[in-house]
């Protein structure tokens, strides 16, 4: 079994809405799409990255305006603020990657790097903030937390902002903002 499908089948167990429900099945999602970038070439290996940078801006926003706070409380400031300095060190690299050409070896190689942190964050995000969340709060405030990440998500970035990274106060200033500058952005991109 994937990682991919133990983080949906987990997902599955928690009740529709819940924030840890909907954040493992977007870590679940970014692991496909990460392998979809390493497996794939041409404009299928493209859209795959586009599709990834636009998910992991929006679930990193996301997570930063409404996981981080609660899991600075249920975790402790030292795991929030790694986490929170982790997401702000890979949307500067995926900046990097965004500006690549996806069919060079150059691409692929710092893809790899990334592919690497992105999962190592996760990975700590499962094991360090997911299960203090699950346990310090209820089943109806986890699931509050989950509507409110969904409607951040929503006037999310889709393209990485690093001077907003890693900062939810800044992430609630900024983020909308950016969030409709870069849906103007990809509207435009798409008819270009």
């Known amino acids: ?6 983080e949906r089948a987990r997902a599955a167990e928690l009740p529709d809405g819940d924030v840890i429900g909907v954040l493992l099945k977007q870590h679940a999602r970014i692991r496909e799409l990460m392998q979809e970038v390493k497996t794939t070439s041409g404009e299928h290996k493209k859209h795959a990255f586009d599709e990834l940078r636009a998910l992991l801006a929006v679930h990193e926003t996301g997570e930063e305006m409404v996981l981080r706070p609660v899991s600075k409380k249920t975790a402790g400031t030292e795991v929030a603020d790694a986490r929170n300095h982790e997401e702000d060190e890979a949307n500067h690299v995926l900046v990097g990657l965004e500006k690549m050409d996806t069919s060079t070896a150059d691409f692929d190689e710092k893809f790899a790097s990334f592919e690497s942190s992105v999962l190592e964050h996760a990975e700590k995000e499962e094991t360090k903030e997911f299960p203090s969340v699950l346990a310090e709060r209820s089943e109806e405030e986890r699931q ?11 006037l999310a970035p889709t393209h990485p902002h690093p001077g907003a990274a890693g900062s939810p106060a800044k992430q609630w200033s900024v983020g909308p903002f950016a969030g409709i500058v870069d ?4 509207a435009v991109g798409r008819k270009g």
Do not use: H, Y
């Not at 509050?144 to 929503?154: N, P």
């Not at 849906?183 to 990809?186: E, N, P």
């Open 183 to 186: 849906k103007v952005r990809d």
């Open 144 to 154: 509050k937390m989950g509507a409110r990440l969904l409607r951040a998500e929503k």
């Open 1 to 6: 079994m994937g990682e991919s499908t133990k």
